[in-house]
């Protein structure tokens, strides 16, 4: 055999041999990854489940070929709810006003959340928008005004799940509004004293 064919195979063994090297220590790698993902599913799996549900509703998006309708709006969020009777958005209004006019008034509570919410329109920087803020014993009261709906959805967003949202909230409810044919919106909202949401039975249907 020539030496110039003994290099050859030389060479291609080395070939080989390297190449089984990488592809071993390829297969190690992937193997150890997916035992290490093995791992922390199986932990994933052993943990508890928690579930935290933040209720935001009436928030309108803007389109912007078309205005949106209100009262379409809210009768599309109350569609949602099964029963024989949903309530239309001035009904809804007037029903969540009511309860938070009988609500009895909780001071250490409604002192405390409508000091919380204040400081969490400042932060957002909405404080020139809100009119004012009352709170009882498990509801809160904001009246605002806004420039547009993308203003007034920023609010809703900010308090309901934004940087500067409240502690200890279910979230924000909007039943109806009113918009000025200027685009200017006013909205009575109430933030929610946590699981107090469910009990509001906001549209109706419960």
Known sequence: M????????????????STTYL?????????????????AVDDLEARPQVHSVIR???????QAAKSADAGAAMEAAAGSVSGAHVREPAEAAAHVASLFTNEPVVT??????????????AAAGLSSNVTSVSCRSSLCR?????????????????????????????????????????????????????????????????
Do not use: C
């Open 108 to 121: 250490a509570w409604a002192t405390g959340a409508a000091a919380a919410l204040s400081e969490s329109i």
């Open 56 to 62: 935001h509703e009436t928030r309108v998006e803007v």
């Open 142 to 206: 904001i009246d605002g005004t806004f420039a547009d709906l993308q203003a007034y959805n920023h609010f809703m967003d900010e308090l309901a799940t934004g940087a500067h949202h409240p502690p200890g909230g279910d979230g924000m409810v909007t039943p109806a509004y009113d918009q000025s044919p200027d685009g200017r919106v006013h909205a009575v909202s109430y933030w929610v004293k946590k699981d107090r949401f469910a009990g509001l039975d906001v549209w109706g249907g419960q």
């Open 23 to 39: 592809f071993n220590r390829q297969h190690k790698h992937d193997e150890q990854r997916l035992n290490e993902l093995a791992r």
């Open 2 to 17: 020539s030496r110039g064919l003994i290099g050859a195979v030389i060479a291609a063994i080395a070939v080989v041999t």
